[in-house]
């Protein structure tokens, strides 16, 4: 059996801003999904909000994902069925949220995207295709936002607006979030840099 993590122990506070950084294949997103609970792990145990994930089954972590955490991934993962609008409304239609358009509305403008609501993901760019998916991140007003390499699919300029919008929002709301990244400066606007080598987990002080 091939050990992926060894050993890591990791707290994270309410409202802290943390990058995870590591050469590919070191772990990141494996941990990334462990923390959301996504995976499971062989051993040891994993809280989320004072839950614990390893007592829950599928739909009890799918449910507790829902209220308290929000995704942005480095490739988008929009429904490409689905307008801009109806992939922001997704996850509140699925909180039955009576304003789910209106809210979706307001957070796409404030990304920037008043005029691209009934756009598919194809009619969009990488950047605003990010856009849209940051809003869907945010959308129920999430504990804990996990980003998996954000601006890995963007240019340098388009990067660097994403990064701002999305510590922007994340102030906004008062978020914790946490982000696997290559990027040293997106790492540098982080109170705490993870760094994973060796399936073992250190922090780097700053």
Known sequence: MLNILNGVELEIKSGETIAILGQSGSGKSTLLGLLAGLDMPTAGDVFLDNKHLNALDEDGRAELRLDKVGFVFQSFQLLPNLTALENVMLPLELKADSNAKT?????????GLDQRLQHFPRQLSGGEQQRVAIARAFAL????????????????????????LLFEINREQQTTLVMVTHDENLAGLCQRRLILEDGLIREEKG
């Open 103 to 111: 809210r979706a509305h307001e957070l796409l403008q404030r990304v």
């Open 141 to 164: 007003q999430p504990a804990i936002v996990f980003a998996d390499e954000p601006t890995g699919n963007l240019d340098t300029v388009t990067s660097a607006q994403i990064i701002n």
